[in-house]
């Protein structure tokens, strides 16, 4: 076993010894045995000049950015070209040996190292300007933190996030519609993440695919022109290159086989694979293309097609107004999972497809994620588009969108089009009610179960067709209604930041049920001056207030949505109002509170307000890492506003007084 490799394996035992014993109460080692190991990781770390991901020689500490910067990459990253035949694999080597690898399915991440240290991580983004990262890459899985090099070392690789790890995380996801569509999807979201305490806990792993340059003192590392040594060259640095097989004309069509069978137990999402010459110069004098190096390609997977019956078409609308045809049809497999549905896109399409109940289809999953309808063999054009909205019953009409016939609903009341409105009221800082995604308020609306805003509070009526609907069985539906039970138990402030009323935030509206010492009768026929007076409101919110109250229609759905809830009373305590007038931004993890929001209720309940970003009106900008070059500790720098630790706050508690600037 080499060094890199054992100290690996002592990392993956030490955590593990460690996640026992302080996360579960256990001991699986001696602190003997893992004193022992410690100090034999420690000297493998500096006999090789190496530290790896995750070693607990390390601490990276997590921290927040207001956003990601951009960069623009050094050289552009080119697209590949691609193909789907084996024979033109072959033609393509034109006789020479080449490195058959993976071509994984994630976010192509660049990688910069200076002096054996992470220097910076940036995206792919556009080709010529990407998303620093270099925080998040910190904390990927098996990324080494330092490298024997010294040099100024560039890479390219791509960030995954495994199949296992992705249904992880979907399966602490209760609501079928909430769940992440696919790993790649997943590993965007968590790679470009501003809080990289987040992206930590999604397991995202690299993997090195090519070595932009390498130099030291001016020298570059000799390589002998064998692009597979730059690969070996990696892997002795410590990061874990994608799995590759050297080919020639007489075993590329072999290679190819072996990684289509391995593809279907392979645990890291793929699709496809990428050719690479050997033989670097000659792939050099090849140049490139404006799109394409042509140096590389990439080989394609056949889509997978299976036969099926069309059963019916379900007319969707959305909040734009357009009622998008799906398609449903017998469940077939399809690289893996049972597929039943596909959208159909627009009335174009439908009609190009010539689409009729009963008709045989074949369906695929374009790029093995997303079906389609491939072709219709019976063609009989029967279906009778909808004359009127499936949601509102309102006359539907025909209309053409960059040369493409669309159907949609022109009522703008049509309950379809209120689907923020409906996201706003079961979000975390109003109603608060897990199981209701956007995804899932919008098929409820579609479907007719939805159209005002207590009628959430009556899903029980539609149990049978809820549970029959796709990805939401029983289980899902008990937690809905579990969730929906928990929802009735509120406070006013978070009723009236669910009413949606132009302007009024949760800070808001908790300023206004104090005002009226939560009593909505009192609040509902203010004018507009008594609202004016409210710290925080003035006259424009305090018009828009009024004259959400005036309308009748709004006004009775507000009042039908309250009596469906149990308002808890807020306790007052005028008494400790010590951050009265004060602004707070706060900014970063934080150590003493769950998280931030349990922070910042603390602060309003003292009578402070928190802003999400610095200006001259903030008093105090709360954040951990007091030398953070971040975005809000820079303006508050500028504009004189103190810059306080967690601990500095809590004596500003403790001692019952704010500081003063």
């Known amino acids: 076993?080499?060094?890199?490799?054992?100290?690996?394996?002592?990392?993956?035992?030490?955590?593990?010894?460690?996640?026992?014993?302080y996360a579960k109460d256990m001991e699986i080692m001696s602190n003997f045995e893992y004193d022992r190991l410690y100090d034999e990781l420690v000297s493998l770390e500096e006999e090789t000049g190496m530290t790896l991901s995750e070693s607990p020689t390390v601490t990276?500490?997590?921290?927040?950015?207001?956003?990601?910067?951009?960069?623009?990459?050094?050289?552009?990253?080119?697209?590949?070209?691609?193909?789907?035949?084996?024979?033109?694999?072959?033609?393509?080597?034109?006789?020479?040996?080449?490195?058959?690898?993976?071509?994984?399915?994630?976010?192509?991440?660049?990688?910069?190292?200076?002096?054996?240290?992470?220097?910076?991580?940036?995206?792919?983004?556009?080709?010529?300007?990407?998303?620093?990262?270099?925080?998040?890459?910190?904390?990927?899985?098996?990324?080494?933190?330092s490298i024997t090099f010294k040099g100024r070392l560039v890479l390219r690789g791509e960030a995954v996030i495994t199949y296992s790890d992705f249904e992880k995380v979907n399966a602490k996801i209760p609501d079928a519609d909430a769940k992440y569509k696919n790993p790649r999807n997943l590993c965007s979201g968590s790679v470009r993440q501003l809080n990289n305490e987040v992206t930590a806990k999604r397991n995202v792993r690299l993997f090195a695919f090519s070595l932009v340059s390498a130099r030291e003192e001016g020298e570059e590392p000799d390589f002998g022109n064998d692009r597979e040594k730059q690969f070996l060259f990696l892997k002795d640095q410590g990061f874990d290159v994608v799995e590759y097989k050297?080919?020639?004309?007489?075993?590329?069509?072999?290679?190819?086989?072996?990684?289509?069978?391995?593809?279907?137990?392979?645990?890291?999402?793929?699709?496809?694979?990428?050719?690479?010459y050997c033989d670097m110069a000659y792939g050099a004098s090849l140049g490139r293309t404006a799109k394409f190096p042509r140096d590389s390609i990439a080989?394609?997977?056949?889509?997978?097609?299976?036969?099926?019956?069309?059963?019916?078409?379900?007319?969707?609308?959305?909040?734009?107004?357009?009622?998008?045809?799906?398609?449903?049809?017998?469940?077939?497999?399809?690289?893996?999972?049972?597929?039943?549905r596909a959208s159909v896109h627009n009335l174009s399409?439908?009609?190009?497809?010539?689409?009729?109940?009963?008709?045989?289809?074949?369906?695929?999953?374009?790029?093995?994620?997303?079906?389609?309808?491939?072709?219709?063999?019976?063609?009989?054009?029967?279906?009778?588009?909808?004359?009127?909205?499936?949601?509102?019953?309102?006359?539907?009409?025909i209309s053409k969108l960059n040369d493409a016939e669309t159907l949609v609903c022109p009522n703008m009341d049509c309950e379809a089009k209120k689907i923020k409105a409906f996201t706003l009221m079961v979000s975390r800082d109003a109603l608060n009610i897990d199981g209701l995604s956007e995804a899932t308020l919008e098929k409820f609306i579609a479907k007719g179960f939805i159209h005002d805003f207590a009628d959430i509070f009556h899903l029980d009526r539609y149990k049978e067709e809820i549970?029959?609907?796709?990805?939401?069985?029983?289980?899902?539906?008990?937690?809905?209604?579990?969730?929906?039970?928990?929802?009735?138990?509120?406070?006013?402030?978070?009723?009236?930041?669910?009413?949606?009323?132009?302007?009024?935030?949760?800070?808001?509206?908790?300023?206004?049920?104090?005002a009226f010492h939560d009593d909505f009768e009192k609040l509902k026929t203010a004018s507009v001056e008594e609202l004016s007076e409210v710290d925080g409101i003035g006259e424009v919110l305090a018009e828009g207030i009024r004259s959400f109250f005036d309308d009748e229609k709004k006004l009775a759905s507000a009042k039908e949505l309250l009596s469906e809830l149990k308002i808890a009373k807020t306790e007052e305590d005028e008494g400790e109002q010590i951050f009265l007038g004060k602004t707070f931004v706060i900014t970063g993890s934080v150590e003493h509170f769950n998280n931030r929001s349990e922070v910042k209720e603390l602060i309003e309940k003292k009578g402070g307000k928190v802003a999400g970003s610095v200006s001259g009106k903030t008093d105090y900008l709360i954040n951990n890492d007091l030398a953070s070059a971040s975005g809000k500790n820079k303006k508050a720098k500028e504009l004189g506003v103190p810059i306080i630790s967690e601990e500095m706050f809590l004596k500003m508690l403790d001692s019952g007084i704010g500081w003063e600037k």
């Open 1 to 21: 076993m080499n060094k890199v490799q054992r100290m690996k394996e002592l990392i993956e035992r030490l955590n593990e010894a460690s996640e026992a014993y």
């Open 60 to 145: 990276v500490g997590y921290e927040a950015v207001d956003e990601l910067p951009k960069e623009r990459h050094e050289s552009p990253m080119l697209s590949l070209a691609k193909t789907k035949s084996r024979e033109e694999l072959k033609e393509w080597l034109n006789g020479k040996e080449g490195l058959l690898s993976w071509k994984l399915d994630g976010l192509t991440i660049v990688l910069t190292y200076d002096g054996g240290r992470l220097e910076k991580a940036v995206t792919r983004g556009n080709g010529e300007v990407g998303e620093v990262i270099t925080n998040n890459a910190r904390v990927f899985k098996n990324i080494p933190h």
């Open 246 to 276: 050297k080919v020639d004309p007489d075993t590329i069509i072999e290679g190819v086989e072996a990684f289509a069978e391995a593809v279907k137990t392979y645990d890291v999402p793929s699709d496809g694979l990428v050719l690479t």
């Open 299 to 340: 080989f394609k997977w056949a889509d997978e097609m299976a036969e099926t019956t069309l059963k019916e078409i379900e007319w969707s609308p959305s909040r734009t107004g357009l009622i998008n045809p799906v398609a449903i049809f017998e469940p077939v497999e399809l690289e893996g999972t049972t597929v039943s």
């Open 349 to 397: 399409i439908l009609k190009g497809l010539k689409l009729g109940i009963g008709d045989r289809i074949k369906v695929y999953k374009a790029n093995m994620i997303i079906p389609q309808i491939a072709e219709n063999l019976t063609g009989s054009g029967n279906l009778e588009i909808p004359k009127h909205c499936p949601v509102c019953g309102g006359e539907t009409k």
């Open 467 to 514: 549970t029959r609907m796709e990805g939401f069985g029983e289980k899902s539906y008990q937690n809905l209604c579990e969730s929906l039970e928990r929802a009735k138990e509120t406070t006013l402030a978070r009723f009236v930041y669910s009413l949606g009323i132009n302007g009024i935030g949760l800070a808001n509206a908790k300023m206004l049920c104090k």
